[in-house]
């Protein structure tokens, strides 16, 4: 997938834990976990604005863009 999700560096930037982001967010940490390493399909905007709210930071600082190679 060419979404790659950078979560977990800006918490570590933060020095958040996913315990701390998940009841500030108001998201379970089942939920954050999977955003966290990637394995998700989706996210809601709610969740997303919810997220940089509490980290500080733009949705670019979360999702980054990298093109497949074409083979």
């Known amino acids: 997938m060419p979404i790659i999700l950078r979560l977990d560096r800006v918490m570590a930037d ?5 315990n701390e982001l998940s009841e500030k967010v108001g998201v379970t940490n089942v939920n954050l976990s999977k955003i966290k390493t990637g394995k ?4 809601r905007f709610s969740t997303l604005e919810a997220i940089c709210r509490v980290l500080n930071c733009q949705p670019g600082d979360i999702l980054e ?3 497949e190679e074409k083979s």
């Open 40 to 43: 998700i399909s989706a996210i």
């Open 14 to 18: 933060r020095k958040m834990s996913l």
């Open 65 to 67: 863009y990298q093109p």
